[in-house]
């Protein structure tokens, strides 16, 4: 069951080349056959060479698609994101009616004018474009964040393992890099990821701050506001703000807010690590 379930895993990724090429060589077989039966109905003639020619509206999903999915690891901030999503879209308005423009010029009698088929693409499929270039992209990143999460924890299960996590692996760029957990000041909330502060800079973690939580050493990491999670080891001080809640200072000078539904906690883990010291 393990070793299923993890090659399952593992292999997904390949299959999504098929995944997308069935889905469209289905909506090209579809687009014929409607096109066939409308003409039928309206009497008119049908010709299967211009109708597999209009079909190309789905076959220029392939390569975009595929394109979105090979990007969308990258895309960390939500001006990225929308860019993954307006560029393709863009970009599918125009290529249709080039595509069109140019099979017909080479292989056809009559030639298709690039504007007349632009408007009639943008006319009769600009929200399909719209909903297929947002939709399923949103989809995947929402369920690929919860899938990740959900073979952490199931990986954790089967293996027995309890320990706490001592390091994290951070993609920045084409680098992938190794953070020690303890020489992590804080961590804060950026839904649905965490910034990371490690030496001076701040990095972007693909887990929810819940996650992490759970699974760093909770008598050194501790939980001061909904949003913040700190690292004992690099408080310098704390001091109140007369209101129940408290400013905490950390050794690079940062300054954060101790929330009073927390004030206890860290007060007790807080003492408990500097007698560990003495």
Known sequence: MKQFFKKGLFEFSLWKPIILLGFLVTCILLTVVIDLIESRFQNSGFYISESLLFSSYWWIFFPLWYLQLLFVEASKTKFKFA?????????????????VWLISSVFYNHTFKF??????????????????????????????????????????????????LTSLTIKEGNK?????????????????YVNVYYQGSKFLYSQTL????????????VRIHKSEVVNLFH?????????GDYDVTMRDGTVLRLS?????????????????KL
């Open 83 to 99: 860019l993954l999503i307006i560029i393709p879209i863009i970009l599918h308005l125009f290529a249709f009616p080039g595509l």
């Open 115 to 164: 504007g007349q088929t632009f408007q009639f693409g943008l006319t009769q499929h600009f929200f399909k474009v719209f909903i297929l270039y947002t939709v399923p992209i949103i989809l995947y990143s929402f369920f690929k964040d919860r899938l990740n999460n959900f073979q952490s924890q199931y990986k954790s299960k089967i293996n027995g393992q309890n320990e706490f």
């Open 176 to 192: 992938q890099l190794h953070i020690p957990t303890q020489e992590v000041l804080y961590f804060s909330a950026n839904t649905p």
């Open 210 to 221: 819940k996650f992490l939580s759970e699974k760093l050493d909770n008598r050194s990491f």
């Open 235 to 243: 408080v310098q001080s704390y001091k109140s703000r007369q209101n």
């Open 260 to 276: 009073r539904n927390f004030a206890k906690d860290f007060k007790a883990k807080l003492v408990l690590l500097t007698q560990d």
